[in-house]
């Protein structure tokens, strides 16, 4: 079993629409979670952490759930400009950042 | 110095040589990691480096990869007789804190495009 398990996608969307990533963890000991963006040949940039709380950044909202080590991205009134590859993220606990990552949902917004 | 430079982008070579591979990181940072990604998956951690010294190693490093940082700042990974199952995008990423903070702060490269044919 994957550390960190998201279903590949792709999710085609038109703009405007509201998307819902999930993604599941295996390591309860994970420490904290990130959703990282990746275009194209591009290297992964961080898009937002993750709190047990829920945080919110403009249109992107992110959820954690401890107790059933899950994890969500809602994304909404999509832009052209979303369209990416969407990598959930868990930091291990083992005295430095060691980053995990899944395999990375692919979004693709039309017009 | 406004982000993690890596150098060569691209690199296509013939399966059984030597490749290295640079990674500069943001100056002020002193933790330092090697990342390798293939296609449809996400990053995988391969080794990290507090200073100079190298205190983790995934088992995907195989004996054929070395890396080096041996003054703190730069370091190199090298892939000895390169294999068709090298060809991947290695990343480098660094950042000024450690723990289970928060990734603020941690930075990647662009990478590095290896195939090997």
């Known amino acids: 079993r994957k550390e960190v398990e998201q279903d590949p996608g792709p999710f085609n969307v038109p703009e405007g629409a509201t998307v819902a990533f999930n993604c599941t963890y295996s390591?309860?000991?994970?420490?904290?979670f990130f959703w990282y963006r990746q275009d194209c040949r591009k290297e992964p940039k961080l898009l937002m952490s993750?709190?047990?709380s829920g945080n919110e950044d403009g249109r992107f909202t992110a959820q954690l759930n401890r107790a059933s080590q899950y994890i969500s991205l809602l994304i909404r009134d999509s832009k052209l400009s979303d369209s990416a590859t969407y990598l959930c993220?868990?930091?291990?606990?083992?005295?430095?950042?060691?980053?995990?990552f899944g395999t990375g949902t692919r979004l693709l917004v039309s017009p | 110095d406004t982000g993690v430079s890596q150098d060569p982008r691209h690199k296509i070579t013939k399966r059984g040589q030597n490749v290295t591979f640079r990674c500069d990181p943001i100056?002020?940072?002193?933790?330092l990691y090697w990342y390798r990604q293939t296609l449809g998956q996400g990053p995988e951690f391969l080794t990290y480096?507090?200073?100079?010294?190298?205190?983790?190693k995934s088992r995907l490093l195989s004996d054929r990869f070395s890396a080096e940082r041996p003054k703190g700042s730069f370091s190199t990974l090298e892939i000895q007789r390169t294999e068709q199952g090298d060809s991947a995008m290695y990343l480098c990423?660094?950042?000024?804190?450690?723990?289970?903070?928060?990734?603020?702060?941690?930075?990647f490269g662009s990478g590095t495009r290896l195939t090997v044919v």
């Open positions: 993750v709190y047990s």
């Open positions: 990423a660094s950042s000024d804190r450690g723990g289970a903070g928060g990734a603020y702060g941690y930075t």
């Open positions: 993220v868990v930091n291990l606990n083992t005295g430095f950042q060691k980053l995990v």
């Open positions: 480096f507090q200073n100079e010294a190298q205190l983790e």
């Open positions: 390591n309860s000991a994970s420490q904290s």
């Open positions: 100056s002020e940072h002193n933790r």
